[in-house]
């Protein structure tokens, strides 16, 4: 999941909407957000509220946010044919608005929170471990940012690959060394062995002690595990990371009747290994891996086509989106791990859509 981020930010251009005589299209991070007409100009600055935010009463009722006032979710929107995403707030909502805002997240100085969709029915037979279950050697996956909140982290000629990204539910499955450290650990270890094999989803964590129904139990993730036989072909000290897609997953179901998974990434030892190396794990464990849309320099020029389209796995359907990695693992003083996302507009549009793993 991406973290939420209310910057405050200067519009880097703004000009009249061809389809209405009373609107603009202002640009602010990358981000078209459309807005009355003659009420900003370039290089004002402003609080832009990207979409999946949720806008407290308060600032519905200061600013008249009709729209918003059944649950203050901030959404992509379509208006006269042009594409709107975000919310823009003048800087009088800050205390001290004169004061030197210009680049600060300031969303917890105004209650913005972001939007949390429920969790769908199939996938709530997992249950959280409590601290004492938990293998800690059992990383989660990178939280991935929106390209346009960081659009000077990959610069042109960058070798990065760009992936497909699967709308589904996130997974990841190991073969750990047992966490020991309490008496119960140590039995387990001597009854089981010092290898312990882990599996869920980013919250959802589950192993051999606690299935109820075979080795693998009866959720989506114990039937990836089964699918793939994944207890048996995954080495010691690794961690693989996917996406489980198809039927009831979520509202992308991919064609599908039943449900799969795509893998995306793999850790060993806790260090991720580079792309190359992850393509080479899973084929020689016949385990499918996410689309590639290319590999190559890196384009800003590109990014449009390969976000947009329709999806690599079922051509009937709209793509999410995509992911752009560097090709050699690097890290960024910003973000971390050198990898965003880029999420088809047409796809933000969708009414049920959710965008959150």
Same mark, same amino acid.
């Given at each position: 999941?991406?973290?939420?981020?209310?910057?405050?930010?200067?519009?880097?251009?703004?000009?009249?909407?061809?389809?209405?005589?009373?609107?603009?299209?202002?640009?602010?991070?990358?981000?078209?957000?459309?807005?009355?007409?003659?009420?900003?100009?370039?290089?004002?600055?402003?609080?832009?509220?990207?979409?999946?935010?949720?806008?407290?009463?308060?600032?519905?009722?200061?600013?008249?946010?009709?729209?918003?006032?059944?649950?203050?979710?901030?959404?992509?929107?379509?208006?006269?044919?042009?594409?709107?995403?975000?919310?823009?707030?003048?800087?009088?909502?800050?205390?001290?608005?004169?004061?030197?805002?210009?680049?600060?997240?300031?969303?917890?100085?105004?209650?913005?929170?972001?939007?949390?969709?429920?969790?769908? =029915?199939?996938?709530?037979? /997992? #249950?959280?471990?409590? $601290?004492? %279950?938990?293998?800690?050697?059992?990383? !989660?996956?990178?939280? +991935?940012?929106?390209?346009?909140?960081?659009?000077?982290?990959?610069?042109?000629?960058?070798?990065?690959?760009?992936?497909?990204?699967?709308?589904?539910?996130?997974?990841?499955?190991?073969?750990?060394?047992?966490?020991?450290?309490?008496?119960?650990?140590?039995?387990?270890?001597?009854?089981?062995?010092?290898?312990?094999?882990?599996?869920?989803?980013?919250?959802?964590?589950?192993?051999?002690?606690?299935?109820?129904?075979?080795?693998? =139990?009866?959720?989506?993730? /114990? #039937?990836?595990?089964? $699918?793939? %036989?994944?207890?048996?072909?995954?080495? !010691?000290?690794?961690? +693989?990371?996917?996406?489980?897609?198809?039927?009831?997953?979520?509202?992308?179901?991919?064609?599908?009747?039943?449900?799969?998974?795509?893998?995306?990434?793999?850790?060993?030892?806790?260090?991720?290994?580079?792309?190359?190396?992850?393509?080479?794990?899973?084929?020689?464990?016949?385990?499918?891996?996410?689309?590639?849309?290319?590999?190559?320099?890196?384009?800003?020029?590109?990014?449009?086509?390969?976000?947009?389209?329709?999806?690599?796995?079922?051509?009937?359907?709209?793509?999410?989106?995509?992911?752009?990695?560097?090709?050699?693992?690097?890290?960024?003083?910003?973000?971390?791990?050198?990898?965003?996302?880029?999420?088809?507009?047409?796809?933000?549009?969708?009414?049920?859509?959710?965008?959150?793993?």
């Amino acid at each position: 999941m991406s973290q939420l981020i209310v910057e405050v930010c200067k519009i880097e251009n703004i000009e009249k909407h061809p389809n209405a005589d009373r609107l603009s299209i202002a640009t602010i991070k990358g981000w078209n957000c459309i807005v009355g007409l003659n009420n900003h100009k370039i290089g004002d600055l402003v609080i832009f509220c990207p979409p999946d935010s949720i806008i407290p009463d308060d600032l519905i009722e200061k600013y008249n946010l009709e729209y918003l006032k059944n649950n203050g979710r901030v959404r992509t929107v379509k208006l006269r044919g042009y594409i709107s995403q975000g919310l823009i707030l003048d800087m009088n909502c800050l205390p001290n608005p004169d004061g030197d805002w210009i680049g600060q997240d300031v969303a917890k100085t105004l209650k913005i929170t972001k939007y949390e969709p429920p969790v769908s =029915g199939t996938l709530q037979d /997992g #249950k959280r471990p409590t $601290k004492k %279950k938990r293998n800690p050697s059992f990383d !989660k996956y990178t939280d +991935i940012e929106n390209i346009k909140n960081f659009n000077t982290v990959f610069k042109e000629g960058d070798v990065v690959v760009i992936t497909e990204k699967i709308h589904g539910t996130n997974f990841r499955a190991g073969n750990l060394l047992r966490y020991t450290n309490s008496l119960w650990g140590k039995i387990k270890g001597f009854l089981f062995g010092a290898y312990e094999f882990v599996y869920g989803s980013h919250n959802i964590q589950k192993t051999r002690g606690n299935m109820k129904r075979g080795f693998y =139990g009866e959720d989506v993730y /114990g #039937k990836i595990a089964e $699918k793939y %036989k994944l207890a048996e072909v995954i080495p !010691k000290d690794y961690i +693989i990371y996917g996406e489980i897609y198809g039927k009831k997953i979520q509202e992308l179901e991919y064609g599908l009747k039943d449900i799969d998974v795509v893998f995306f990434a793999i850790k060993y030892k806790g260090k991720y290994l580079e792309w190359g190396k992850v393509v080479e794990f899973c084929l020689y464990r016949n385990l499918p891996f996410v689309p590639v849309l290319y590999t190559g320099e890196y384009k800003q020029e590109y990014l449009k086509g390969y976000t947009e389209g329709k999806s690599k796995i079922y051509e009937s359907q709209i793509r999410e989106g995509c992911v752009v990695l560097s090709v050699n693992e690097e890290n960024h003083p910003r973000i971390g791990r050198k990898i965003l996302k880029s999420i088809n507009e047409e796809y933000l549009l969708k009414k049920n859509r959710t965008e959150h793993h």
